[in-house]
């Protein structure tokens, strides 16, 4: 039997409670959501927690709450962040690395960003955060999931720096998922990241970085769904953007997607742009771990000319983005999946006025 901790006291810092007890670290004591855990499912965050979850994660979570199908999946908290940060010393080297950094200049820029990635991705994943990481992928099924960036500064009513850090998508294996969080964190360190954050006001230590884990879908179509015009700003109409295969095509730009404009109210499609696709992204089966996971494969030309969706199947998916519109009280931006006839919402944001765009959002730095 284990005796009872005596002399407890407590390091604080930014993000996380450490319990020690007579000079021991008391890890499993602080392992939950009151203290700010490592990991937190879907179930367990909402709206509110965004300075835990991240903006995505927050999303997520509150659309799991809501009833909304969402693939599975749980958020490596800001918390975990944080502290990887403090235990490995980084914070200060990163801040003396920004400090005083012009972005404008886009060579000193890119360098800095290049050192301050490296001084992430180099640093030793320390134990207490691999255990329950492998643990809750492993909790999850294993299998092949999506591993995503979940900032603080991202997907916020105010603000949206959407696209600005990094994606996995058909992770598989504990090491590779652990592998892919960190490179999530160094990924807040992008050129393009530190740019938009300082041109919007944003002090780059103050921000966090969750990250999403979630069952990957392996969807036959995917796309985008808008519940105002993005262009027209029509809030009585829901714009759908919809591809063959995955969605990293659509929201990346790299496929012209099909076009469908449906009365909110009735459902009734107004009006639709089918375009020809002639290649497709997928699962790449046989990759290895440096290897793509994913590929693009052709069409088969008898689909190519083919609309992405029915008249029904929009019907159906304007009807979740009005209930996911209802829900949050404002327009939304809405990324979706279609696997074996069932719609998944695999991400929701609130539509800004800064985001109102946005006919390709891949916003890549260029």
Wanted: hydrophobic fraction near 40%; include cysteine.
């Amino acid at each position: 039997m284990q005796p009872p901790c005596q002399e407890l006291r407590c390091e604080v810092g930014h993000g996380y409670v450490r319990a020690f007890a007579r000079g021991c670290i008391v890890n499993d004591m602080l392992q939950n959501d009151s203290f700010g855990g490592l990991i937190a499912s879907f179930s367990a965050v909402g709206r509110d927690d965004v300075s835990l979850a991240g903006g995505k994660g927050a999303n997520l979570g509150e659309l799991t709450r809501a009833g909304v199908r969402v693939p599975p999946g749980l958020v490596v908290t800001c918390d975990a962040y944080f502290r990887f940060l403090h235990e490995a010393g980084l914070r200060p080297e990163i801040e003396r690395l920004l400090g005083g950094l012009d972005c404008n200049d886009r060579a000193r820029l890119e360098g800095v960003a290049m050192e301050a990635k490296h001084m992430v991705t180099s640093a030793p994943m320390p134990a207490w955060l691999v255990s329950p990481i492998s643990a809750a992928y492993e909790n999850m099924g294993a299998g092949t999931v999506a591993v995503r960036s979940s900032a603080t500064a991202e997907d916020l009513a105010e603000a949206s720096f959407a696209g600005q850090q990094s994606t996995y998508l058909n992770v598989e294996g504990a090491a590779e998922v652990v592998r892919a969080v960190q490179n999530c964190w160094a990924s807040l360190f992008e050129p393009q990241a530190i740019f938009y954050r300082a041109h919007a006001g944003f002090d780059h230590s103050g921000v966090g970085m969750g990250v999403v884990v979630q069952r990957m879908v392996q969807a036959e179509r995917s796309g985008v769904m808008f519940t105002v015009n993005p262009v027209t700003n029509d809030s009585s109409s829901v714009v759908i953007e919809a591809v063959f295969g995955l969605g990293e095509a659509v929201v990346s730009g790299l496929v012209t997607p099909d076009m469908y404009i449906v009365d909110k109210g009735s459902g009734v499609v107004l009006d639709r742009q089918v375009v020809a696709q002639e290649q497709e992204l997928v699962r790449r089966p046989t990759a290895t771990r440096d290897e793509e996971q994913c590929h693009w494969v052709p069409v088969a030309f008898e689909r190519r000319f083919r609309p992405k969706l029915s008249d029904e199947e929009v019907g159906e998916l304007a009807a979740i983005g009005r209930r996911i519109e209802q829900h949050f009280g404002c327009p939304q931006d809405i990324e979706w999946a279609l696997h074996e006839g069932m719609f998944w919402i695999v991400q929701a944001r609130p539509v800004t006025g800064a985001f109102r765009r946005v006919r390709h959002r891949s916003r890549r730095w260029r």
